[in-house]
């Protein structure tokens, strides 16, 4: 009696209430511990996702890393300097309230918190048009003048009606909605080829980062391999493709593309210079075109200090490592609720319907070096790393998208004020999310629109506790 | 003691089973326990008598400072700019015990970042004050177009504070003033913002409700319900008791943010430009006041409206535990005062500092004892 006793104080999630505790009185199940039992933390109120793993042993170079993250970087010298001369945004953290996803907008502001899109000018081929770096940059410093006005960027929300007329099996209906980017010519100050297309992208949760950075590569490649020699949703890898810190080419499993492979080379590391431009010893070049450069020389400014690309280092490396350790260290909220008897129904449909294919539960760490205390955990995730193809209408420039990992998405809101989801920020809701899965999931989605509403909701309410 | 029957046990696991569940639903049955009914009570005084009251405060305050910046515009003499600072002083002080409670709007709404970045971009700053624009400027301009670095508390503090004192108005230019009186009025609006976030529009004066109106600045959430409504639909807390965590958790937060930032930083790298208020020096104010936010939220209400409260609760569950709690919130404001003022002049005195560090590491401690020991 005594143990069902405890079974049902369980199904009301007790510890996982919140807490920051570590070490719950009660016996949970392995699932319970999303980031291993030293990447998991059990909270979840509102600052859930920016808790200091257990495994980090220098509590204070974690604080001073996460002032990096939240600081605005200002021009000139001192604290936070080093901004410019030409920028995306001032912090980290505008474009990640909450250290979780950017929020959909109608207006692209580049000083408005959550306001995260990173914008992509591009050729009907997908590559980057040459006068603009990847992720276009919308500010400067007087009297410099950016490649684009961002006044001029335009972003509008599409209704969509799918082959099925927006409609479930049961006939309930649902909206769908996807973005039309463009920029005024005029907006442009730089050469741009006529049919110029502009793509959105959203960031991604920092949360367990460092986590998915212990997973051996080879398990990525054997995942690669298993994925390949089935007939169904065949996940692409970027081998060899994204360089480490060293140079070397690695799988890639960071950013929608997998364009990165390890987080000493990650998409925050490099984010943490190109984003404010400021230069580091390991980043001691500017992020331009030369197209920008000799606009502002033709401008009659001062491009001097830009010669060559290279600019004094603003950035100490132990500054850096200090953001590497709060990057890393970063912890996973745990899971809620998962004896529930509805999270319980919607975990069995998540699993009988086919979205494991590639939403893969669980991973296992292997010998961290950077953080030895994340070696050899169970972690869970969901995400197979590797890139499919949703057939989504206007995808932007990624057809092909990494699986995104679904932990702490049901806290997303509570955190971040938003839980808007997909590469774009399509997706107001959960069920519009699995709704844009065609493509490699259509069968997947076929399955989902034929369950009837409460299996829907339980379905849901699992993807809300993972 | 007689065995139970076989049947008694399994009604009993029953009755237990639906306590428990009602518990998972906060209450949806209408079957609340009383600490449920405690909890409640706690979070609505929390939420009218801790947050929205400060944050009415603070956005009386922040009004009455743009006035004191539009008289000084007016009229310049030493004692405007004196007056300026002294209402800087009293919204800085609101500002501060909110950081307790930087959940929620704060965020969400952008406005933490508008209404206290730090530092300022100085560099930029000088540029505007010497281009065209600031012939031109006023509060829509600054909300619009300026980045983070140029607005707030610490840009008004610019212009009016020199060296931990009110400046001298001969030094302040007529540029300066234009900015000065942009700025405050953002940031006035920017307080009003976060208050009806909390109250609700129908929560805030009509005064300060036609000023958001006409800004179009409407929040799509009331903050304050969606908190209030804890156990029930709609709310993001799903029971009572994660209200409760969340308060704590801002609690945490400010704390491990005192003593591991605000002093550390500075502190341990012996540079006076890591500390925050490089004009006013109010520093150890500020952090004071951050442990009196703590203080308010766990003691319920403010000083002359206290009522229902965790600490209450804690009493009822642990006293000893209140009793630390207490104790270990007198110990830091102690502990922060003890660092002789100004704390920009005073980073070689590290016992002090130390001291102060680790009754704010006490004090994250202990109320984390409160989430394991009696909200779980």
């Given at each position: 009696?005594?143990?069902?006793?405890?079974?049902?104080?369980?199904?009301?999630?007790?510890?996982?209430?919140?807490?920051?505790?570590?070490?719950?009185?009660?016996?949970?199940?392995?699932?319970?511990?999303?980031?291993?039992?030293?990447?998991?933390?059990?909270?979840?109120?509102?600052?859930?996702?920016?808790?200091?793993?257990?495994?980090?042993?220098?509590?204070?170079?974690?604080?001073?890393?996460?002032?990096?993250?939240?600081?605005?970087?200002?021009?000139?010298?001192?604290?936070?300097?080093?901004?410019?001369?030409?920028?995306?945004?001032?912090?980290?953290?505008?474009?990640?309230?909450?250290?979780?996803?950017?929020?959909?907008?109608?207006?692209?502001?580049?000083?408005?918190?959550?306001?995260?899109?990173?914008?992509?000018?591009?050729?009907?081929?997908?590559?980057?048009?040459?006068?603009?770096?990847?992720?276009?940059?919308?500010?400067?410093?007087?009297?410099?003048?950016?490649?684009?006005?961002?006044?001029?960027?335009?972003?509008?929300?599409?209704?969509?009606?799918?082959?099925?007329?927006?409609?479930y099996?049961d006939?309930e209906?649902y909206s769908l909605?996807?973005?039309?980017?463009?920029?005024?010519?005029?907006?442009?100050?730089?050469?741009?080829?006529?049919?110029?297309?502009?793509?959105?992208?959203?960031?991604?949760?920092?949360?367990?980062?460092?986590?998915?950075?212990?997973?051996?590569?080879?398990?990525?490649?054997?995942?690669?391999?298993?994925?390949?020699?089935?007939?169904?949703?065949?996940?692409?890898?970027?081998?060899?493709?994204?360089?480490?810190?060293?140079?070397?080419?690695?799988?890639?499993?960071?950013?929608?593309?997998?364009?990165?492979?390890?987080?000493?080379?990650?998409?925050?590391?490099?984010?943490?210079?190109?984003?404010?431009?400021?230069?580091?010893?390991?980043?001691?070049?500017?992020?331009?075109?030369?197209?920008?450069?000799?606009?502002?020389?033709?401008?009659?400014?001062?491009?001097?200090?830009?010669?060559?690309?290279?600019?004094?280092?603003?950035?100490?490396?132990?500054?850096?490592?200090?953001?590497?350790?709060?990057?890393?260290?970063?912890?996973?909220?745990?899971a809620r609720d998962l004896?529930n008897p509805i999270v319980q129904q919607g975990k069995e449909l998540f699993y009988s319907i086919g979205c494991t294919?590639?939403h893969?539960?669980?991973?296992?760490?292997?010998?961290?070096?950077?953080?030895?205390?994340?070696?050899?955990?169970?972690?869970?995730?969901y995400?197979?790393?590797?890139?499919?193809?949703?057939?989504?209408?206007?995808?932007?420039?990624?057809?092909?998208?990494?699986?995104t990992?679904l932990w702490g998405k049901g806290l997303m809101y509570q955190?971040?004020?938003?839980n808007d989801m997909l590469?774009?920020?399509?997706a107001r809701t959960f069920e519009e999310a699995i709704l844009w899965h065609?493509?490699?999931?259509?069968?997947c989605k076929?399955s989902f629109r034929n369950l009837s509403k409460s299996e829907r909701d339980a379905l849901v309410k699992f993807l809300e506790a993972i | 003691?007689?065995?139970?029957?076989?049947?008694?046990?399994?009604?009993?696991?029953?009755?237990?089973?639906?306590?428990?569940?009602?518990?998972?639903?906060?209450?949806?049955?209408?079957?609340?326990?009383?600490?449920?009914?405690?909890?409640?009570?706690?979070?609505?005084?929390?939420?009218?008598?801790?947050?929205?009251?400060?944050?009415?405060?603070?956005?009386?305050?922040?009004?009455?400072?743009?006035?004191?910046?539009?008289?000084?515009?007016?009229?310049?003499?030493?004692?405007?700019?004196?007056?300026?600072?002294?209402?800087?002083?009293?919204?800085?002080?609101?500002?501060?015990?909110?950081?307790?409670?930087?959940?929620?709007?704060?965020?969400?709404?952008?406005?933490?970042?508008?209404?206290?970045?730090?530092?300022?971009?100085?560099?930029?700053?000088?540029?505007?004050?010497?281009?065209?624009?600031?012939?031109?400027?006023?509060?829509?301009?600054?909300?619009?177009?300026?980045?983070?670095?140029?607005?707030?508390?610490?840009?008004?503090?610019?212009?009016?504070?020199?060296?931990?004192?009110?400046?001298?108005?001969?030094?302040?230019?007529?540029?300066?003033?234009?900015?000065?009186?942009?700025?405050?009025?953002?940031?006035?609006?920017?307080?009003?913002?976060?208050?009806?976030?909390?109250?609700?529009?129908?929560?805030?004066?009509?005064?300060?409700?036609?000023?958001?109106?006409?800004?179009?600045?409407?929040?799509?959430?009331?903050?304050?319900?969606?908190?209030?409504?804890?156990?029930?639909a709609g709310?993001p807390?799903k029971?009572?008791?994660?209200?409760?965590?969340?308060?704590?958790?801002?609690?945490?937060?400010?704390?491990?943010?005192?003593?591991?930032?605000?002093?550390?930083?500075?502190?341990?790298?012996?540079?006076?430009?890591?500390?925050?208020?490089?004009?006013?020096?109010?520093?150890?104010?500020?952090?004071?006041?951050?442990?009196?936010?703590?203080?308010?939220?766990?003691?319920?209400?403010?000083?002359?409206?206290?009522?229902?409260?965790?600490?209450?609760?804690?009493?009822?569950?642990?006293?000893?535990?209140?009793?630390?709690?207490?104790?270990?919130?007198?110990?830091?404001?102690?502990?922060?005062?003890?660092?002789?003022?100004?704390?920009?002049?005073?980073?070689?005195?590290?016992?002090?500092?130390?001291?102060?560090?680790?009754?704010?590491?006490?004090?994250?401690?202990?109320?984390?004892?409160?989430?394991?020991?009696?909200?779980?």
């Amino acid at each position: 009696m005594l143990l069902a006793f405890s079974t049902i104080l369980a199904s009301c999630d007790r510890k996982p209430n919140g807490g920051n505790s570590s070490n719950p009185e009660e016996e949970l199940s392995e699932e319970y511990y999303t980031g291993g039992k030293t990447g998991t933390v059990f909270n979840r109120a509102s600052n859930a996702f920016e808790q200091v793993a257990p495994a980090v042993t220098d509590y204070m170079a974690f604080k001073r890393g996460e002032k990096l993250f939240e600081q605005s970087f200002v021009t000139g010298d001192g604290p936070a300097g080093g901004l410019g001369p030409v920028y995306i945004r001032t912090s980290c953290e505008t474009c990640h309230p909450g250290y979780g996803r950017s929020r959909r907008v109608d207006k692209f502001d580049s000083n408005e918190y959550g306001n995260g899109y990173l914008v992509m000018i591009h050729n009907p081929d997908g590559s980057i048009c040459q006068s603009f770096t990847t992720m276009l940059q919308t500010r400067a410093v007087e009297p410099y003048l950016p490649p684009v006005d961002e006044s001029g960027i335009r972003i509008n929300w599409i209704e969509h009606t799918d082959e099925y007329g927006n409609k479930y099996a049961d006939g309930e209906t649902y909206s769908l909605i996807y973005p039309e980017v463009t920029i005024d010519r005029s907006a442009i100050l730089l050469d741009v080829p006529s049919d110029y297309q502009v793509s959105i992208e959203g960031t991604i949760g920092i949360f367990g980062t460092g986590l998915l950075d212990a997973i051996p590569e080879d398990s990525i490649i054997e995942r690669h391999l298993h994925e390949q020699s089935r007939g169904y949703c065949q996940g692409v890898s970027t081998l060899p493709y994204a360089l480490d810190e060293n140079g070397e080419a690695k799988v890639g499993r960071y950013t929608y593309g997998c364009t990165r492979s390890t987080l000493q080379n990650g998409p925050g590391s490099n984010a943490l210079w190109n984003i404010t431009n400021v230069t580091r010893p390991d980043r001691n070049y500017l992020y331009a075109t030369t197209a920008w450069i000799e606009k502002m020389a033709e401008m009659g400014l001062d491009t001097l200090g830009f010669a060559g690309g290279f600019e004094k280092t603003e950035m100490t490396m132990e500054e850096f490592d200090d953001f590497m350790i709060w990057h890393r260290g970063l912890a996973v909220p745990a899971a809620r609720d998962l004896d529930n008897p509805i999270v319980q129904q919607g975990k069995e449909l998540f699993y009988s319907i086919g979205c494991t294919a590639c939403h893969k539960p669980s991973w296992t760490t292997g010998y961290d070096k950077h953080m030895p205390g994340f070696s050899y955990q169970k972690i869970w995730p969901y995400t197979d790393l590797l890139r499919h193809d949703l057939g989504m209408k206007n995808p932007g420039l990624r057809q092909k998208c990494r699986t995104t990992p679904l932990w702490g998405k049901g806290l997303m809101y509570q955190c971040t004020g938003a839980n808007d989801m997909l590469h774009d920020m399509r997706a107001r809701t959960f069920e519009e999310a699995i709704l844009w899965h065609g493509g490699e999931a259509q069968q997947c989605k076929e399955s989902f629109r034929n369950l009837s509403k409460s299996e829907r909701d339980a379905l849901v309410k699992f993807l809300e506790a993972i | 003691m007689k065995k139970l029957s076989k049947k008694l046990i399994l009604l009993l696991i029953g009755v237990a089973f639906i306590c428990s569940f009602a518990a998972c639903n906060g209450g949806k049955e209408d079957i609340k326990t009383d600490d449920e009914e405690a909890l409640q009570k706690i979070i609505e005084q929390y939420v009218n008598n801790t947050v929205i009251r400060t944050y009415r405060l603070l956005s009386d305050n922040a009004i009455k400072l743009h006035q004191a910046c539009e008289a000084l515009q007016a009229n310049k003499t030493d004692a405007n700019v004196q007056a300026a600072c002294k209402e800087w002083i009293s919204a800085r002080e609101y500002w501060e015990k909110t950081e307790a409670f930087l959940f929620g709007p704060a965020g969400d709404y952008n406005l933490d970042p508008q209404i206290d970045s730090w530092p300022l971009d100085k560099n930029q700053l000088d540029q505007i004050l010497a281009s065209d624009i600031i012939q031109g400027i006023d509060a829509e301009y600054v909300r619009n177009v300026l980045g983070f670095n140029l607005k707030g508390f610490h840009a008004v503090e610019y212009v009016i504070f020199r060296d931990g004192g009110a400046r001298a108005v001969s030094d302040i230019s007529d540029v300066e003033l234009l900015y000065l009186v942009a700025v405050s009025e953002t940031l006035a609006q920017d307080c009003i913002l976060l208050e009806a976030s909390w109250a609700g529009m129908d929560g805030v004066t009509s005064e300060k409700r036609e000023i958001l109106e006409e800004l179009e600045l409407i929040p799509s959430r009331n903050y304050g319900n969606d908190m209030m409504m804890a156990g029930q639909a709609g709310s993001p807390y799903k029971t009572v008791q994660q209200a409760c965590i969340e308060i704590i958790e801002g609690c945490i937060d400010i704390a491990d943010e005192v003593g591991n930032s605000k002093i550390a930083d500075p502190v341990n790298t012996g540079d006076v430009l890591q500390v925050e208020s490089w004009y006013s020096w109010n520093s150890l104010d500020d952090f004071t006041n951050n442990i009196v936010g703590i203080e308010n939220s766990y003691m319920g209400g403010m000083e002359g409206y206290r009522d229902a409260s965790l600490s209450e609760y804690v009493e009822k569950k642990n006293a000893t535990l209140n009793a630390q709690i207490q104790a270990k919130i007198r110990d830091a404001i102690t502990a922060i005062n003890a660092i002789p003022a100004p704390f920009r002049n005073n980073l070689h005195n590290t016992e002090a500092a130390q001291a102060a560090m680790d009754a704010c590491d006490e004090l994250v401690k202990i109320l984390s004892q409160v989430e394991d020991e009696v909200l779980q």
